[in-house]
């Protein structure tokens, strides 16, 4: 927490509004809207998952349709195909950026486009706080008329080129400011849209999908997936805060990096052009060139009470997709073979990084 987030918890408790609606969470999304720009419209609610799930129904995926879907992505980021009923295909990455392979991508969608079996929505993840590449991606979403929902839910405060912010692309994206997030509202999650109907359909789904008449009247279903006034005066403080948490990341990065690069440890690549928040920091660990597996370091770091964790394990080995589709070459399979996440909350400090350091060294072959 910075030191701003109770002066408008205490705000929005002497407005009287302790519920999904009031001051607070219509300012929470006018920053966040201001803060990527575009003319972005933003509607808070309760997850990520939350506002995926919306994204997708409106964008009229269904029983049956395909939604094709980074396949290293967090579970979250893919239960709202099952909720709809639809099947996901799964899609490798590209060993340049560790998002989505749009030229498999490519390829794939020109094979469905002539066999009349076109997704009806394409969702890439931004891993690990770097954005996908949203210029590529949008144009082949236009050129096929499929919708394009990006999963942006690690990325807030990543640029892409020119400046253009993470959560800006595609028909609508997905951020999340779950508790593990660089800036949290404890719980909650945003859809960010170009497409003032999609906003507008949003809160109305949100909101238990009540039409408008004195009495409650329903000619759809709906959901409660409005967040909370008191969690947006949460997130209202956290935004002041936004890219001093990134640039804390970045720094974080930068010295597991400078410490541990050495043939065998290969971290997260970062394209040209591209700022990713580094959320967290991922590496690769050779064991044949270091003597020491990815287990090996996360167990002994374990032993003396430091957490990591393994990167995403891909969906398609996931026991519940184990018959769905992939597309690739298995790089995102050789990522969560050899991948590990290191300790990279934005109040570490230095002395408790290099602690990290000191450990893994003293694994590694020299």
Not at 17 to 45: K, M, T
Not at 70 to 96: C, E, H, Q
Request: proline share 5%; glycine share 10%; aromatic share 8%.
């Amino acid at each position: 927490m910075s030191e701003q987030e109770q002066a408008y918890v205490a705000e929005a408790f002497k407005s009287n509004f302790v519920a999904p609606l009031g001051p607070q969470l219509d300012a929470f999304e006018e920053r966040v809207s201001d803060y990527l720009g575009e003319g972005l419209h933003c509607v808070g609610l309760s997850s990520g998952s939350a506002a995926l799930h919306l994204a997708l129904r409106i964008a009229g995926v269904g029983p049956g349709d395909e939604v094709w879907v980074s396949s290293m992505t967090f579970a979250g980021g893919i239960f709202p195909v099952n909720y709809l009923g639809a099947r996901p295909r799964f899609f490798d990455l590209d060993p340049a950026s560790w998002t989505v392979d749009v030229n498999i991508l490519s390829d794939e969608l020109e094979r469905a486009a002539r066999e009349g079996r076109l997704p009806q929505a394409i969702v890439p993840t931004d891993l690990y706080g770097q954005s996908v590449d949203l210029n590529a991606l949008e144009a082949l979403a236009k050129s096929h008329g499929v919708r394009l929902i990006v999963d942006s839910a690690e990325s807030l405060g990543a640029t892409y080129r020119s400046g253009r912010k993470a959560g800006t692309g595609g028909d609508a994206a997905i951020l999340s400011f779950n508790g593990n997030k660089i800036i949290t509202t404890s719980g909650g999650g945003m859809l960010v849209t170009r497409h003032k109907a999609w906003a507008d359909e949003a809160r109305f789904l949100a909101t238990q999908a009540r039409d408008p008449a004195p009495h409650y009247e329903h000619s759809t279903y709906g959901y409660n997936y409005r967040l909370s006034n008191i969690c947006a005066a949460i997130g209202l403080g956290q935004m002041a805060v936004l890219d001093e948490r990134v640039a804390r990341r970045r720094t974080i990065f930068e010295r597991y990096r400078d410490a541990l690069s050495r043939p065998g440890i290969s971290f997260m690549p970062e394209p040209e052009g591209l700022r990713s928040t580094r959320w967290l920091t991922a590496l690769t660990i050779d064991a044949a060139v270091v003597g020491v597996t990815r287990e090996d370091i996360r167990l002994s770091l374990l032993e003396h009470e430091i957490e990591s964790r393994p990167l995403w394990k891909p969906m398609h080995l996931q026991p519940l997709y184990a018959d769905a589709p992939y597309h690739g070459l298995g790089v995102d399979e050789r990522l969560f073979e050899r991948g590990l996440c290191l300790p990279s909350g934005s109040d570490m400090t230095d002395d408790q990084q290099d602690e990290v350091i000191e450990r893994i060294l003293k694994l590694v072959v020299a």
